[in-house]
């Protein structure tokens, strides 16, 4: 199975980037690399996702390494309500029609004001 | 606005009791999973469904049942409680293999 590798943590000071990276070194052709978010006490969100090519939405941008085996979450401008843990996750196909997504411990950011 | 609706939000149970925690989504999705999260770890995958009427396991499905009879509902089902199973439990859905997952708030259990 092809797995993450994330830091534990990272700081980061309120409105300045912040760049979260992943190692995905064992990545295959067909998975697609998400990023999800988990506040306090809530459910994980997604926050973008990408195959190939670097992607943009309006919570962050996403830029993967062009052989896939790294890749990088931007936060244009950290806000303090950005404070959570990040999952870096490899969504793959495992046969027949079925897709399994699995988290690692993601890192946790904090942002200072 | 609905989404992802899991019930009930806390259980406290005894072990060796039974429960199934519900997880309903009305987005039409064809895939749901279940994950527990411990304190201080990531979420782990207990069982997921490409369909109605198909289910398979996850990392670490001992202990749990599920089945899928329609496309809204994926209950988690615990035969018999153990105070191992204290846990967080979320449910996600997406619409295929591939999209955003989409969850649920999660439902706190704790077994004594």
């Known amino acids: 199975d092809a797995k993450t590798t994330q830091p534990n943590s990272m700081e980061s000071n309120e409105e300045e980037p912040v760049h979260l990276p992943c190692n995905h070194s064992t990545i295959s052709g067909t998975d697609y690399i998400h990023w999800y978010r988990q506040l306090p006490s809530q459910g994980p969100e997604y926050v973008i996702h990408?195959?190939?090519s670097n992607v943009n939405n309006r919570m962050a941008s996403l830029a993967i390494a062009e052989d896939r085996k790294s890749s990088t979450l931007i936060l244009h401008r950290a806000t303090l309500r950005d404070a959570a843990v990040y999952y870096c996750i490899l969504r793959f196909y495992s046969g027949g029609s079925n897709y399994k997504l699995t988290f690692g411990k993601g890192t946790l950011l904090t942002v200072n004001p | 606005n609905a989404g992802v609706t899991q019930t009930p939000k806390f259980q406290v149970l005894k072990t060796g009791q039974s429960m199934t925690l519900q997880c309903a989504q009305d987005?039409?999705?064809?895939?749901m999973s279940w994950y527990r999260q411990d304190p201080g770890m990531g979420l782990r995958l207990i069982h997921y469904?490409?369909?109605?009427?198909?289910?398979d396991q996850g990392e670490v499905p001992n202990g749990y049942n599920v089945s899928r009879s329609t496309t809204e509902d994926f209950p988690l089902r615990l035969l018999s409680a153990a105070p191992s199973q204290t846990s967080v439990y979320f449910c996600?859905?997406?619409?295929?293999?591939?999209?955003?997952?989409?969850f649920g708030e999660g439902s706190r259990l704790t077994v004594l």
């Open positions: 996600a859905s997406s619409a295929g293999g591939t999209g955003e997952l989409f």
């Open positions: 469904s490409v369909g109605a009427g198909i289910t």
């Open positions: 987005m039409n999705h064809e895939y």
């Open positions: 990408g195959l190939t």
